[in-house]
């Protein structure tokens, strides 16, 4: 007998926020090798247009790692098996700028749980809204569970 995957569907976790600090910033841009100045000088930040030091394309990963939920908890909240989980995939529409000094709060939900092939697919969605309460990124992903 399977699990009851519509049940998780809507479940919302607890919310987190984070501060993006311009040393996280550039220790992300070296980790990926993007050698942009943007990513390591507030004025050439501005000299682009932006308000401070943006953060790169996947940044978000960083603001979930330091903040949301560990791995743990999380297979815990969607009563998976640890040692049958994956990364399923990830998507990001990124709404706005996020840039060094924004205090971002990240709400996560549920929005789709399937069963497919022999494998249980979660789909979150977090939101992600800085200091002004406008929303600046959605980060959507799906978890497997093999089974």
């Known amino acids: 007998m399977g699990k009851d995957l519509v049940s998780k569907v809507g479940?919302?976790?607890?919310?987190?926020?984070?501060?993006?600090?311009?040393?996280?910033?550039?220790?992300?841009?070296?980790?990926?090798?993007?050698?942009?100045?943007?990513?390591?000088?507030?004025?050439?930040?501005?000299?682009?247009?932006?308000?401070?030091v943006p953060m790169p394309p996947s940044f978000a990963?960083?603001?979930?790692?330091?903040?949301?939920?560990?791995?743990?908890?999380?297979?815990?909240?969607?009563?998976?098996?640890?040692?049958?989980?994956?990364?399923?995939?990830?998507?990001?529409?990124y709404l706005n700028d996020i840039c060094a000094g924004d205090e971002i709060s990240v709400k996560t939900r549920v929005t789709e749980a399937i069963t497919k092939k022999g494998m249980n697919l979660i789909t979150t969605e977090k939101a992600y809204t800085n200091q002004h309460n406008e929303q600046v990124l959605v980060a959507r992903a799906v978890v497997i569970e093999r089974h």
Do not use: C
């Open 11 to 52: 479940m919302e976790f607890e919310p987190y926020q984070f501060t993006i600090e311009r040393g996280k910033i550039k220790e992300f841009a070296l980790a990926i090798g993007d050698d942009n100045p943007i990513y390591f000088d507030r004025e050439a930040a501005q000299q682009a247009g932006f308000r401070d």
């Open 61 to 93: 990963t960083v603001i979930d790692l330091w903040a949301g939920p560990d791995f743990e908890s999380l297979v815990t909240l969607l009563e998976m098996n640890p040692l049958k989980v994956l990364h399923g995939e990830q998507g990001y529409d």
